[in-house]
């Protein structure tokens, strides 16, 4: 999964606990981005990174929120877990405007 | 309107047939074009990337992007039993922000 670690794999919490999603990397890439998976509607953007505190909201960013205080890490943060947010989450990164690797993805479930 | 359409499947071909997969846009202005594959319970992992139109040949993987026509399809030749997987098809106008499309569910039959 080219060098891309997502902590924990799965979590099961309760409607309005705070979760926060790990995505880490060791191939230096400048581009973080968290994606969000359901049938569907296929991969949607949450958030992502171009660089250190240098991020910027995507497709389905309400309810989510990011931060980038070193190159590899990113993290997700759910302030008030909703049902909706249910969801497979992956990570990606790249170093240039095209090839995103992936993830292995964490599964989310909101009780 | 969804910003990419792919036609879900499933989709059942028996080992060694072509395999013709799609997708459609609205947006003109994508000129990024990438097409992924994913296993179950996987992250998706990249198989082609076009930049704007034309064709891009890998091995038995064939990518075609027809702006004009705001369609893209990828070919696969000589179906194996390992290809059986989920494709997505994704574009960007910015090469950062893509919008993928739901994914076609592909079986391949030894």
């Known amino acids: 999964d080219a060098g891309i670690t997502q902590s924990p794999r799965h979590k099961v919490t309760e409607t309005g606990t705070p979760v926060t999603l790990r995505c880490h990397q060791t191939?230096?890439?400048?581009?973080m981005y968290w994606y969000r998976q359901d049938p569907g509607h296929g991969l949607r953007l949450i958030h992502y990174?171009?660089?250190?505190?240098?991020?910027d909201k995507g497709e389905v960013s309400d309810g989510y929120s990011v931060s980038r205080s070193k190159t590899e890490d990113f993290l997700l943060t759910l302030e008030s877990a909703t049902s909706s947010q249910t969801s497979v989450y992956f990570c990606a990164i790249s170093d240039s405007y095209n090839e995103q690797f992936f993830g292995p993805g964490t599964r989310l479930t909101v009780l | 309107q969804k910003e990419v359409e792919q036609d879900p499947g499933p989709l059942s071909v028996p080992e060694g047939a072509i395999v013709s997969l799609n997708c459609t846009y609205s947006n003109s202005a994508f000129q990024y074009f990438m097409w992924y594959r994913q296993y179950s319970r996987k992250g998706p992992e990249l198989l082609m990337y076009?930049?704007?139109?034309g064709n891009k040949e890998d091995g038995r993987f064939t990518a075609q992007v027809d702006k004009s026509s705001k369609y893209i399809s990828l070919f696969i030749r000589d179906s194996q039993p390992s290809d059986s997987a989920t494709y997505l098809c994704a574009m960007s106008r910015t090469g950062n922000q893509f919008y993928f499309g739901t994914g076609t569910s592909l079986t391949v039959i030894p």
């Open positions: 076009t930049y704007s139109s």
């Open positions: 990174s171009y660089g250190v505190k240098d991020t």
């Open positions: 191939e230096n890439h400048r581009y």
